[in-house]
């Protein structure tokens, strides 16, 4: 069982940046693919950005101003926005799922944090 927490969300203008931090529990974060959805309002969940050790994905509405990286010592994933856009409202998931590869479907992934909020004002 893994459980995930996620912080950093705020409320930001149009232009400025965000680090949201997943934390995990469990001795064995390095043997876990990580993912961050979001969903806005009246919206289903899409994928943002997954990590598997080294390899990273983006959504295209996101690639070029997001960047997701782990610190395995850490049990912690980051997304770190920037440029961010208000159509990046949204509340923001981070996901994991044991194994090694790159997963951009949330049906794909077993454990979900609670959850973090993104505003961003014109």
């Known amino acids: 069982q893994v459980q995930l927490v996620e912080s950093g969300g705020g409320s930001v203008q149009a232009g400025g940046s965000l680090r949201l931090s997943c934390a995990a529990s469990g001795r064995t974060f390095s043997s876990y693919s990580m993912g961050w959805f979001r969903q806005a309002p009246g919206k289903e969940r899409e994928f943002v950005a997954t990590i598997a050790r080294a390899l990273t994905s983006y959504a295209d509405s996101v690639k070029g101003r997001f960047t997701i990286s782990r610190d395995n010592a850490k049990n912690t994933a980051y997304l770190h926005m920037n440029s961010l856009k208000p159509e990046d409202t949204a509340v923001y998931y981070c996901?994991?799922?044991?194994?090694?590869?790159?997963?951009?479907?949330?049906?794909?992934?077993?454990?979900w944090g609670q959850g973090t909020q993104v505003t961003v004002s014109s």
């Open positions: 996901a994991a799922k044991f194994g090694y590869t790159t997963m951009l479907r949330a049906i794909q992934y077993d454990y």
